[in-house]
């Protein structure tokens, strides 16, 4: 009555070297279920840019469907973003922080629809020379509907706490097939909004 899952960083194909270290042809037939951590495409120690552009989530994820089976295959979203100073390392931020920024600063959310690479769906601001991207409920749509059409296990959040509300929103009208049932595992065990 119990389930293996495993956490593992997200990757586009195999790799040597400090990249290989997770065989996911070796972890997928010993797991239940696969977590892939999709996030951090931007990190803390890099240049500003999207957590997790949909066009680089859905390369991990078709590399994932090719190696493990689908039905073990979580996709990770982010429920934050990070803060970008004009040199050094950015701050993780939740929703919450981001949008008291917004309201503090008046700033206007800029959304990030696509680039050369693909489709991105997160937004960005920018204050006092500083660049914040962050997830929003638009990106989570989108991984849900990538997750859906790939048909692959599900979502894990990374960050619970302090997330956009429109979050649970997306959640609940994009991944739930009867409204009363859903509403009923929702309800136990998201929090209150």
């Known amino acids: 009555g119990k389930l293996l899952t ?15 270290f997770q065989d996911w042809t070796v972890i997928g037939p010993a797991v239940d279920r696969m977590r892939i951590m999709t ?30 089976e689908p039905s073990k295959v979580v996709i990770g979203v982010p429920f934050y973003g990070y803060n970008w100073p004009a040199s050094g390392d950015a701050t993780p931020q939740i929703w919450a922080a981001i949008n008291d920024l917004i309201q503090s600063y008046g700033l206007s959310v800029n959304f990030a629809e696509s680039d050369a690479n693909g489709p991105i769906q997160e937004s960005w601001i920018t204050y006092k ?24 296990a599900g979502i894990a959040i990374w960050r619970l706490g302090g997330e956009d509300p429109k979050n649970w929103e997306a959640i609940r009208a994009k991944l739930v097939a009867d409204p009363f049932e859903s509403q009923r595992m929702l309800n ?5 909004h």
């Open 39 to 68: 996030y951090d495409y931007h990190w803390r120690g890099g240049g500003p840019g999207p957590v997790a552009p949909i066009y680089w989530v859905r390369q991990v994820a078709e590399y994932a469907k090719a190696t493990v």
């Open 129 to 152: 020379g500083r660049k914040v991207w962050f997830a929003t409920s638009r990106g989570l749509e989108a991984k849900i509907g990538l997750v859906q059409e790939l048909d692959l």
């Open 188 to 192: 136990s065990a998201l929090p209150e």
């Open 6 to 20: 495993i956490a593992v960083h997200a990757k586009t194909a195999d790799y040597a070297g400090l990249g290989g």
